[in-house]
């Protein structure tokens, strides 16, 4: 008797969770929710009978690939505060999602001055790629044509292609 209620109770939480949880994840679920004591090897047992199981997600790969042979020294060292405009600039990418299922993405890249926390250079694309990086640094050149300053990003794909550096 005590294995067909459960066998119930895993048969709900399977579909109210869509299939996602495994035997720990669901014996948690179901003791904490319906106040009860199975254990894991109990619930593992009547989801193997029932053929229920949890799908698996690969895990996500990290965007970004580090190539030493590509990456500048770190000259910023952690020294966000500049004495002068001009004297240290720093930039990244953000992607934005948009959209009734947020299907869509836009892609912000920013150059800051250090010195007032402007920003002194953006575009806005569709595509994370290396002409969105170049178009805001020739922006932000264009906008200030004798500035020299040390310019630092977080080491991107886009900031470690061999046409950036």
């Known amino acids: 008797m005590e294995n067909e209620e459960l066998a119930e109770y895993i048969k709900k939480y399977d579909e109210k969770f869509n299939h996602t949880l495994g035997y720990r994840m669901m014996t948690d679920r179901i ?5 009860k004591h199975y254990n894991d090897k109990q619930v593992y047992k009547i989801m193997h009978i029932l053929g229920i199981r ?22 910023l060292k952690r020294e966000f505060n500049a004495s002068k405009p001009n004297e240290k600039w720093v930039t990244d990418v953000t992607e934005f999602k948009y959209g009734k299922h947020n299907e869509k993405k836009l892609y912000l890249s920013l150059i800051l001055d250090l010195y007032d926390r402007f920003p002194i250079g ?7 790629d290396n002409t969105l990086v170049f178009n805001t640094l020739k922006k932000a050149m264009e906008a200030n044509p004798q500035a020299q300053p040390l310019f630092y990003n977080d080491g991107g794909y886009q900031d470690t292609s061999p046409t950036f550096i």
């Open 122 to 128: 953006y575009e806005i694309s569709e595509h994370n």
């Open 54 to 75: 949890s799908i698996v997600r690969p895990k996500r790969k990290s965007c970004t690939v580090r190539k030493n042979n590509n990456t500048a020294k770190n000259n």
């Open 31 to 35: 003791n904490r929710d319906e106040n």
